[in-house]
């Protein structure tokens, strides 16, 4: 398995690496300049370092972060495959819960959906995104998606004002396809990003019958409109009040600019004499006459599901699956920073509380009494108010995995502190004393592997409260900023729009899936890992 890693490791780092030189960029495995932009940026925009970062050669230096990090992945890769080179065999012991785990079925079939989930989440903009995957245009190829360059409208013939800026590629398919021309817009399954991509308004068909107004087999009860483009449907030209089927209350009209211009009052169908107010150029009749759809329903958002949105829109106009998707991006990315930091300092930490004691044990336990008496949510409020608004937009996920991690890491220090000062006392950690095993040595080969049983139980179980603790933050506005896509968000959106009851369901129903998943992985880990399931007693 280590082998295996270390092979991805090095696979994935040398493909970043030749793509990244070659201007083009890779989901997943370009996360080494991701992170070595991300951080440069942070450091170039803070204050605190800008007065030390007079010198070009430091600015320089920062610009290749990303190389630097990438390049440590490959050589951590190249480690592993060399340290497990050779036939790599578990312990009895090892193989006896592997097999357990696999026999039981709900926490294996558990681990397979969410290693496949944790794959579509790693394809990135090639499943999701309103960005082309290729364009074939005057016989060339391009992909936008995969470049790091910014396309222009002006390379794919667009004039005007969308020239010079980056062109709607949905828009641009969909004129190409009108105009029957050979050139080719190739998009991802779901091609709208998860946020930043608002759909002003959707419209729904309906059906005229002998002057009565129906939606499917029902009588139509609500507003219809007639728009100037259905592709727009946020521009109407006019709009009724409908009830059973008839036109019955207000109506309205608008010119080309969306300006008011019309009025009148409808009882029962028939128009009340008198009523109309027309304050438009020319005779009403011509405006009233004036091209446009037949009547339709026009959903402002949140609008309901339909078939171009399977799952509807949310309150700004995102798609919701892709909203949905986005969210569990930023948990898998949240998951995979914030368990081997906080594992890292807590095993550590316990580890050494245990096998030293002491005075380091004691003060050790005094700090982490008082870090654990602070409260929890005003230090974020207090954070999330004081940081800087660009630096919060930018990198607001990171600022708030790095505070659940500042206060994460204590729950299992008194769990390794335990292990650690029972096996201390083993014969075998007196041994390598004796024979003069160093203390890093007795804690990284004797102390922890010994121990592991308590990380592995345990990591699930912190996946679930992470993902519990940022849909909170989130729910409650003290969270990631609004470009973020996140699951908690879109659970207070549904309570603040009760009207659309798919927005409160879909987030809820992502959250528990998520949860009962991984929580049968770690109450399958935690059985599997039980030692009375191999011990037996006389």
């Avoid at 709208?192 to 002998?210: N, Q, R, V």
Wanted: aromatic fraction near 14%.
């Amino acid at each position: 398995m280590a082998k295996l890693v270390g092979w991805i490791l090095m696979l994935g780092a040398t493909l970043a690496g030749v793509a990244y030189y070659n201007d083009f960029r890779l989901p997943a495995v370009g996360w080494g300049f991701q992170v070595g932009d991300t951080m440069a940026d942070v450091i170039k925009n803070w204050s605190i370092f800008q007065q030390h970062l007079k010198a070009d050669w430091t600015v320089t230096a920062l610009d290749y972060l990303g190389w630097a990090l990438t390049i440590l992945s490959w050589v951590l890769g190249a480690w592993l495959v060399a340290s497990f080179s050779g036939a790599t065999r578990f312990r009895p012991l090892t193989l006896r819960r592997m097999q357990r785990f696999r026999e039981i079925k709900r926490g294996y079939w558990s681990l397979v959906i969410l290693l496949l989930l944790g794959f579509l989440a790693s394809l990135d903009f090639i499943l999701v995104g309103s960005e082309a995957l290729a364009i074939r245009h005057k016989g060339q190829w391009t992909f936008p998606a995969f470049t790091r360059t910014i396309e222009k409208g002006e390379d794919y013939g667009l004039e005007g004002e969308g020239a010079s800026g980056p062109p709607d590629y949905g828009q641009l398919q969909a004129d190409w396809k009108a105009a029957k021309s050979d050139s080719l817009v190739i998009m991802p399954p779901l091609p709208y990003a998860p946020t930043g991509d608002a759909i002003p308004a959707l419209s729904t068909p309906l059906k005229e019958e002998g002057g009565v107004l129906y939606e499917g087999k029902r009588k139509f009860n609500g507003y219809a409109s007639k728009v100037y483009d259905l592709e727009k449907p946020e521009f109407r030209h006019l709009s009724y009040r409908f009830r059973d089927g008839l036109r019955d209350g207000r109506a309205e009209g608008w010119d080309e600019n969306q300006e008011r211009v019309y009025g009148a009052t409808y009882r029962e169908g028939k128009l009340v004499i008198g009523s109309e107010s027309y304050s438009g150029t020319g005779p009403v009749d011509r405006f009233l006459a004036r091209e446009s759809s037949e009547l339709v329903r026009v959903h402002f958002q949140p609008a309901p599901p339909s078939r171009e949105h399977w799952l509807g829109t949310t309150a700004q106009g995102y798609d919701v699956i892709a909203y949905l998707y986005g969210g569990l991006q930023a948990n898998f990315q949240a998951a995979l920073v914030y368990i081997p930091l906080v594992y890292a300092v807590g095993v550590t930490i316990g580890l050494l509380m245990g096998y030293f004691g002491g005075t380091f044990d004691l003060i050790v336990q005094r700090v982490i009494e008082i870090l654990s008496n602070i409260p929890f949510l005003f230090v974020v409020m207090i954070i999330s108010l004081s940081v800087p608004a660009r630096m919060k937009e930018d990198y607001g996920l990171w600022i708030i995995v790095g505070i659940l991690a500042l206060f994460g890491w204590m729950g299992m220090t008194y769990l390794m502190r335990t292990a650690a000062l029972k096996e201390k006392a083993r014969d075998y950690v007196a041994a390598s004393r004796v024979m003069g095993a160093s203390t890093p040595r007795i804690l990284t080969k004797h102390l922890l592997p010994n121990s592991v049983s308590i990380v592995v139980t345990l990591v699930p179980f912190s996946i679930s409260g992470l993902v519990m603790s940022l849909a909170s933050l989130d729910y409650l506005g003290f969270g990631v900023p609004t470009r973020y896509a996140t699951w908690g968000k879109l659970l207070r959106e549904g309570l603040e729009n009760l009207s659309s009851p798919w927005l409160a369901a879909t987030a809820f129903c992502a959250l528990v899936i998520l949860l009962i998943l991984v929580t049968f992985v770690g109450e399958a880990v935690r059985e599997a890992f039980d030692p009375k399931k191999f011990s037996f007693y006389k």
